[in-house]
């Protein structure tokens, strides 16, 4: 962004006098100054004037556009991450014939045929603090269906064959580190797949502000957005499992699990449609964001599972444009 | 350092503290219990080897039974002061004390502490907000919404019909009443209700009076007399969201009938 200018101007005046179109001599560049005082506001005036030309140029080329009318060329779409990202090939074909027959014999069949009812145990690590067990409480009433347990000092693998025995479906151990909640492990019981997720920006009821009242005990419908991939597609059926197959419309609550650059946002709303064209919703219940770390075939079990996938930081992190869910 | 004791580095010292009874430098016949991969050794210090600093101090490995142990201390330092005796039997207490707790601790589950890398923290906070906004969950959320709807998965509970408001509410009078006992044992829908009317029903209702004031008062009249039917039989449905848009008409119409009274007094006058 160099022009011709007053040469004498640009040595001396470090000060308030600008003139209206700054010009510099064709081989200086801002960075040549020593004196930082007068090169920061030189680097400014420079700052100032690419944006006048940026303004300019926008102008100049809407007017354009608008005296072509109809002949103009189509608007450029801006890029985003969503746009460029690099094609993942176990994206899940809607109509793909492999991924419809795993799924109709996965871990997850029995109960997308209706035939089993999901029972969850929501469970923390040792010594919960008080955060943590009104996350759990406040999840309980979000998922139809769920006691809260508290382990004191119960080895996992000994409560899971317990879970077993009592018809739960679901197990879900919410990790705690200093007083908030970071994690959370859910694992589909009778041998299903166990899927471990950091947990991050937890809010509770009282902290989300314009919130309604409680959630009710109606049956909460589920929305699944944006897990393209076959291991999107798993976890997402992991969660959809949570909740009972049929869900009561007249309460007017949904549950949000949302992909978005591998982070699954949870929402839960209440609804309303005001017309056919508008809809209204009011966030009850907490919200938290999940980032999925491994998910292991089996129940959990840290030291002989055999794992599905990991998140391996080294080899997956490489790329910006890159999402594995 | 206590405000009375020092701390003694020594790794021979009994008790820890550096006095000049518990120095195992200032005395010449000294004695310590110390373990070694989960044995315990009583090692003893004479005057006879001072000379010899590789051979000055003599261990004895303890057995792994309490009670022998302290006989073997006994019987080793047997003619030892009485102050080395008694320390070297609380050491030893108390290492086996401590011994039992590390066997029982590894046996329960032990947490393990992950070391959480700054930067790559910072990086994971960083791309979730940024994630959150691309994600632009309130008009998913209502995208969905509004496609299960129109994919007809809420089956007959909402009637919505495609024209215009005034449609809409001739429209409603018929379903109202077929309505009203459906929805009349949902208390959810007030509790609800009272959100929406507050908030959003404002602006629309007052969007679509705008348009209405364009359309003819005959009409209006009508549908006066027809709402003042229904409003008897208001119903939980989607009637009383209408019920003070009706109001504000009604209010508003009320307004246009004076200000026409007066000019024909006038014309008449």
């Not at chain 2, 991969?37 to 000055?56: D, H, N, S, W």
């Not at chain 2, 959320?141 to 809409?168: V, W």
């Not at chain 2, 007052?206 to 348009?211: H, Q």
Request: hydrophobic share 30%.
């Amino acid at each position: 962004g160099d022009g011709s200018g007053p040469v004498g101007a640009v040595a001396e005046d470090g000060g308030p006098l600008v003139p209206e179109r700054v010009l510099f001599p064709p081989t200086f560049s801002v960075s040549e100054i020593k004196n930082k005082q007068r090169r920061h506001f030189m680097f400014l005036r420079w700052k100032q004037q690419q944006r006048k030309e940026k303004l300019a140029a926008k102008k100049k080329r809407r007017k354009e556009r608008e005296a072509l009318g109809d002949e103009a060329p189509p608007k450029a779409i801006p890029k985003t991450i969503e746009n460029q990202r690099v094609y993942d090939e176990t994206t899940v074909d809607p109509n793909d014939e492999e991924v419809a027959f795993d799924e109709a014999t996965d871990e997850f069949a029995p109960y997308f045929n209706r035939q089993t009812v999901p029972k969850i145990l929501i469970t923390t690590s040792d010594r919960p603090r008080g955060r943590t067990v009104r996350f759990c409480e406040q999840l309980s009433t979000v998922i139809p269906n769920s006691h809260v347990y508290y382990r004191r000092g119960l080895a996992l693998k000994r409560i899971i064959p317990q879970c077993i025995a009592r018809d739960f479906t679901d197990l879900i151990v919410i990790n705690e580190d200093r007083k908030i909640p970071n994690g959370l492990v859910l694992s589909h019981l009778p041998d299903g797949p166990t899927a471990h997720f950091r947990m991050s920006s937890v809010r509770l009821r009282k902290e989300i502000k314009r919130t309604g009242k409680e959630p009710t005990e109606h049956v909460p419908e589920v929305i699944l957005n944006n897990f393209t991939t076959r291991l999107g597609h798993s976890v997402g059926r992991m969660f959809a499992s949570l909740f009972p197959h049929d869900p009561q419309f007249i309460g007017r609550q949904v549950a949000t699990f949302h992909n978005q650059r591998d982070y699954i946002f949870f929402r839960f709303h209440r609804y309303i449609f005001k017309s056919e064209k508008k809809v209204g919703i009011q966030e009850l219940g907490p919200r938290f964001t999940l980032k999925l770390r491994s998910l292991q075939k089996g129940t959990f079990d840290s030291k002989f599972g055999e794992y599905e996938w990991i998140h391996k930081r080294r080899e997956m992190d490489t790329s910006r444009r890159k999402f594995h869910l | 350092r206590t405000k009375t004791q020092n701390f003694c580095r020594n790794e021979y010292n009994l008790t820890g503290l550096c006095n000049r009874s518990s120095c195992p430098l200032a005395n010449s016949q000294y004695a310590t219990i110390r373990e070694e991969k989960g044995r315990c050794y009583l090692y003893m210090k004479t005057i006879e080897r001072a000379a010899f600093p590789r051979r000055l101090w003599e261990r004895v490995l303890l057995s792994k039974n309490y009670e022998k142990a302290l006989e073997e201390i006994d019987e080793n330092l047997i003619y030892w002061p009485r102050f080395i005796r008694h320390k070297c039997k609380q050491r030893f207490t108390k290492i086996t004390q401590y011994l039992i707790r590390i066997r029982k601790l590894t046996l329960k589950r032990q947490r393990k502490l992950v070391p959480l890398r700054r930067k790559i923290e910072r990086r994971e906070k960083r791309r979730e907000e940024k994630a959150l906004i691309a994600a632009q969950l309130d008009n998913a959320i209502e995208k969905e919404l509004l496609e299960r709807l129109k994919q007809d998965t809420y089956g007959d509970i909402y009637n919505f019909p495609i024209h215009a408001f005034d449609k809409a509410l001739q429209q409603q009078d018929a379903e109202s009443e077929s309505e009203s006992d459906a929805e009349k044992e949902d208390e959810e829908d007030t509790d609800t209700r009272e959100f929406v009317e507050a908030e959003d029903s404002d602006l629309s209702d007052f969007e679509d009076m705008d348009k209405l004031e364009t359309s003819s008062e005959e009409e209006q009249e009508e549908e006066e007399e027809v709402e003042k039917k229904a409003s008897h039989s208001t119903s939980k449905g989607k009637t009383p969201l209408k019920g003070p848009a009706r109001r504000k008409r009604r209010y508003i119409e009320i307004e246009y009938e004076e200000e026409t009274e007066p000019t024909t007094k006038t014309k008449a006058a």
